[in-house]
């Protein structure tokens, strides 16, 4: 059996992204590195929705978050095999094997910093989009958006052996619910560069809007050189599925009701 620092290492070996698709530690060249620590010298964090508030608690956002958690936590116990077993691999896909991972895969993160930024994002736009919809709706929505998302990613890159796990692709498609449905909400965000950070409020068009751009960039980008560790393509499917379908999904006693 691993010990614990020796379990964290192995997630980070398999499967290290931002994103639902790991990142294959041995693609990454000294540029790439150097990349990745300049992505860390600033960023944006949004916490909530300072617009509004859920009228009852969100019961399926926060059930959503302890079933990653609790998967994320297997996978520190059970290790390396746990992941191969249940993470999605496009070649084995297109097979006809595993398809049950398209699903299981969403619940899963290769790190740390992976698992707590992706719950981060759930929670800030999730609250309110499951008031809109309602749970059940919302549950189904949540988990179709990241079906399409993973396929999506799949369809990409359907040669890869790399496996794909995350829950971003399903996240993508809140946040594409979300700005349709109230791009004028002030997202509460923590701006923060280097050791200064500050809190701030941003329209939800612009900083969900800006976000996507910067999907699409990057996901031709991954596609021109054939390589990259996150799933832009999940994000992108995800993303244009959430804002798509979102008012498909809204509780007939919420439609009309938006500012």
Same mark, same amino acid.
């Given at each position: ?9 192995l997630r ?12 294959n530690r *041995?693609h990454l060249g000294?540029? !790439?590195r150097?990349k !990745?620590k300049e992505k *860390?010298?600033?960023g944006?964090?949004?916490l ?7 009228v009852?608690?969100p019961?399926?956002?926060?059930l959503?978050?302890a079933? *990653?958690?609790?998967v994320?936590l297997?996978e520190l116990a059970?290790?390396d095999a746990?992941? /191969?077993r $249940?993470?999605?691999?496009p070649t ?10 398209i699903l299981?895969?969403?619940f899963?993160?290769?790190? $740390?910093?992976?698992?707590?930024? *992706?719950?981060?994002? /759930? $929670?800030?736009?999730?609250p309110?989009?499951e ?5 059940g ?5 949540y988990?179709?958006g ?9 369809l990409a890159?359907?040669h890869?052996?790399v496996p794909?796990l ?24 923590v /701006? ?8 701030t ?5 612009? /900083?969900?809007? =800006? $976000?996507?751009?910067?999907?699409l960039v ?9 390589t990259g560790?996150v799933?832009?393509m999940?994000?992108?499917g995800? =993303?244009?599925?959430g804002?798509?379908t979102?008012?498909?999904?809204e509780?007939?006693s919420?439609?009309?009701?938006y500012?």
């Amino acid at each position: 059996m691993c010990s614990w620092s020796q379990k964290l290492q192995l997630r980070i070996d398999v499967v290290r992204s931002a994103s639902t698709i790991s990142e294959n530690r *041995n693609h990454l060249g000294p540029e !790439k590195r150097s990349k !990745k620590k300049e992505k *860390n010298m600033g960023g944006l964090i949004p916490l909530s929705d300072a617009t509004r508030r859920p009228v009852r608690f969100p019961a399926v956002t926060a059930l959503i978050v302890a079933v *990653n958690v609790l998967v994320f936590l297997l996978e520190l116990a059970y290790g390396d095999a746990f992941v /191969l077993r $249940w993470s999605a691999i496009p070649t084995q896909i297109m097979s006809g094997h595993g398809w049950i991972t398209i699903l299981t895969a969403m619940f899963m993160h290769g790190s $740390w910093s992976h698992i707590i930024g *992706n719950m981060i994002f /759930l $929670w800030a736009f999730g609250p309110e989009m499951e008031d809109t919809m309602g749970r059940g709706r919302y549950l189904i929505f949540y988990l179709a958006g990241g079906l399409v998302a993973m396929l999506a990613q799949v369809l990409a890159d359907a040669h890869s052996t790399v496996p794909n796990l995350g829950a971003s692709g399903a996240i993508a498609a809140v946040m594409g619910g979300f700005i349709v449905t109230y791009p004028r909400d002030r997202i509460k965000s923590v /701006l923060f560069i280097f050791v200064f950070f500050r809190v701030t409020f941003i329209p939800a068009a612009l /900083l969900i809007g =800006f $976000w996507f751009l910067t999907q699409l960039v990057h996901a031709g980008a991954v596609a021109q050189v054939q390589t990259g560790g996150v799933a832009y393509m999940a994000h992108v499917g995800g =993303f244009i599925f959430g804002a798509v379908t979102a008012r498909l999904f809204e509780s007939s006693s919420r439609a009309g009701a938006y500012d």
